[in-house]
């Protein structure tokens, strides 16, 4: 045997050893080497230390090979509170090997023991998942960079996900708990597991400072992850008596680029929605809605729904774009029949109907019992200045008892603060009362305008179902202008300065009204014991001025065919207090008319009526005294009158009224 042939021996046995020894090398330094692969490639990729602090084993196979490794933890973003952005106590996951020599990740099997993740956001620019590590130029990025790996089967057992948002003020605390979650191979079974809720979600947080509970369950992960998937999800989020359930279907559900599902609210009051929607609505008493909630782009949609507010049923759709900073509503709202107790919460009342919550009861009970007759109660200021909305309101039938009311229509419209409701129209007493109203709630103090108009009021409506109905009719206009500063209804009024007036030219009155007020005894009596009659309205006239929340009437008349009433009115809506005389002339010859001026004083919720005690009273004196000194009948003379009241000038009345 040669030399040569011994040397070339040597070396292939020296060849082999080192690759005996490299393999073994290998072997038992491989799992180091990737484990410190895996931390510094993620650490250089997110621009956050990667730390694998446990256990780190591979179980190679051809086939599928195991993975297992504990104490898994992501550094935070600077300046946050929490040191680990992300934490997995245990991470098992099978793959193959091959598929990696041709950048492809297959996994078989992931399952994540106690994973936790924390994602806050500080400013619209400064949140923790901004990773700054170095960034491929998009020229280079490859398509299949972004895809999710196709994963068979998932687990995750005791999860916890914390998100904060001070943009918000939003902070959600939620338990993850995924089984069996993967999807089979063939198409008709990916759609059967997909359509399976294979991930439960239950947590807590708060928004708005108020706090609520939340379940939701949706597909498996691959669906999850696939921008084409229709993703099953039911949610329910409990905020207070706040109820919401939502049960659907979602298209990219982590981007929320579409929803098709059912919605119910269902609460005490549609004003607590504004903690979830951030949409100033009303307070309104008790209400259930069913409707259909879609998405598309930024644009959110409830269709087709319907419930009851109260005792009022409520149907309509309306959209929500959230694409701008306030986000703007726009809705159609019908109610063919609407109970005007559930209207309170528009002035500052509580709902007083027999549906109001326990709570809102009270409040109207309190507010029963308060010797203050205008809602006190502040806009919520901050409210109308997060959202813009265009929304209309039709009512094909308002119930009012005692108040001749038929329907409502009004479009509130609110852009930056300014809530204008305009059109303003109500259908009362066979007639309408329109204008605008406006609010600028841009203010800390924030002005108030309104401007109404009264149109073919008719007269008898308002003494429908009493004795006076069929003795009473006609038909009245009028206008309201006011403006006010206040965020309650008592506030504006109490600073307002305006105008009022009320006209009414022809019809009749029941004749009973106007004896009885001015107390003569021979007409009213028999009116009383039998049949009522009815008398000619020339003229009638109520002029108002207001300064400073004190209305003063300058005129006060309503000219008949029998009398001439006149009244002096003042109202002081600062200390809610009215002081008011009204004085009727006969026009025709009684010796009964004692002519004592009727007199209504004190607070506006309770007034005091009564007859002008010093008039009567001397009257009374005089009477006394000519008893005593003459004839049984000379006692009678002070209630003698002439009956000589002339007409009003009905014409210059009204014409200075007009105006």
Not at 7 to 17: E, G, P, Q, T
Not at 252 to 275: C, E, R, V
Not at 516 to 525: F, Y
Not at 528 to 536: E, M, V, W
Request: glycine fraction near 8%; include cysteine; charge should be neutral.
């Amino acid at each position: 045997m040669s030399s040569r042939y011994f040397r070339s021996h040597k070396l292939l046995k020296s060849i082999v050893a080192i690759i005996l020894l490299f393999i073994v090398l290998l072997v038992i330094f491989l799992e180091p080497l990737i484990k410190s692969l895996i931390e510094y490639k993620g650490s250089k990729e997110l621009g956050r230390e990667l730390k694998i602090n446990g256990v780190f084993d591979i179980d190679w196979h051809w086939g599928y090979t195991n993975l297992h490794a504990e104490k898994i933890h992501l550094n935070n973003a600077p300046g946050y509170p929490e040191t680990h952005m992300a934490e997995v106590d245990s991470l098992d996951v099978s793959f193959k090997p091959l598929k990696l020599l041709v950048g492809k990740l297959d996994l078989g099997q992931l399952s994540l023991q106690k994973p936790s993740l924390v994602l806050e956001r500080k400013s619209m620019v400064d949140a923790n998942w901004n990773f700054h590590g170095p960034q491929k130029p998009e020229a280079n990025k490859d398509a299949n960079d972004l895809s999710f790996p196709m994963i068979k089967n998932m687990l995750i057992k005791d999860g916890r996900v914390v998100y904060r948002d001070a943009v918000n003020t939003f902070n959600l605390v939620v338990s993850v708990n995924s089984i069996n979650s993967g999807v089979a191979a063939d198409t008709a079974t990916q759609k059967e597991n997909s359509a399976k809720r294979t991930i439960a979600v239950d947590g807590n947080g708060s928004i708005r400072k108020q706090d609520f509970l939340i379940s939701a369950s949706g597909g498996d992960l691959n669906a999850l992850l696939n921008e084409q998937a229709v993703y099953p999800i039911g949610l329910q989020i409990e905020m207070g008596t706040t109820k919401v359930n939502v049960d659907g279907t979602l298209k990219d559900p982590l981007t929320l680029g579409g929803i098709d599902a059912k919605l119910t609210l269902s609460g005490h009051s549609m004003a607590d929605l504004f903690y979830l929607t951030a949409i100033p609505l009303p307070i309104t008493p008790p209400y259930r809605l069913n409707g259909r909630l879609t998405k598309n782009a930024n644009t959110w949609g409830y269709s087709n729904f319907e419930g009851m507010v109260g005792n009022s049923d409520l149907s309509g759709n309306l959209s929500y774009d959230t694409g701008s900073e306030r986000g703007f509503l726009k809705a159609k709202l019908l109610s063919n029949n609407l109970d005007s107790r559930d209207l309170g919460g528009f002035i500052g009342l509580s709902p007083a109907s027999e549906n109001a919550a326990p709570e809102q009861q009270q409040a109207a009970e309190a507010k029963k019992a308060s010797p203050k007759l205008i809602p006190d109660v502040p806009l919520k200021l901050e409210r109308l200045r997060t959202t813009d909305l265009d929304v209309s309101l039709q009512a094909i039938k308002l119930v009012a008892p005692g108040i001749p009311f038929k329907g409502v229509e009004v479009r509130f419209n609110l852009k930056d603060g300014l809530l204008n409701l305009d059109p303003f129209k109500v259908v009362l007493a066979d007639g309408t009362v329109d204008g605008k109203i406006e609010i600028d709630a841009g203010r800390d103090v924030p002005p108030m305008k309104m401007n109404l108009a009264f149109h073919q009021l008719s007269l008898g409506q308002f003494f429908e179902n009493t004795r006076f109905a069929k003795t009473t009719e006609g038909v009245f206009g009028g206008k309201v202008n006011l403006a006010g500063t206040g965020s309650s209804l008592a506030d504006v009024l109490a600073t307002s300065n305006g105008n009022m007036t009320i006209i009414m030219s022809g019809g009749k009155i029941s004749l009973l009204l106007i004896e009885a007020s001015d107390l003569d005894l021979a007409q009213a009596l028999p009116l009383f014991l039998g049949k009522d009659k009815s008398t000619r309205i020339r003229c009638g006239v109520i002029d108002f001025d207001m300064k400073d929340g004190i209305l003063n009437s300058k005129v006060v008349v309503l000219d008949t065919q029998d009398s001439l009433l006149i009244g002096n009115v003042g109202i002081d809506m600062k200390r809610e207090t009215i002081s008011a005389k009204l004085d009727a002339k006969p026009k025709d010859f009684s010796i009964f008319s004692a002519q004592i001026p009727l007199v209504v004083s004190g607070p506006l919720k309770a007034p005091a009526v009564g007859l002008d005690t010093k008039k009567a009273g001397s009257k009374g004196t005089a009477a006394a005294v000519l008893g005593s000194l003459l004839t049984p009948f000379a006692a009678i003379l002070p209630f003698i009158e002439i009956g000589d009241a002339k007409n009003a000038d009905c014409r210059a009345l009204i014409s200075n009224a007009g105006k």
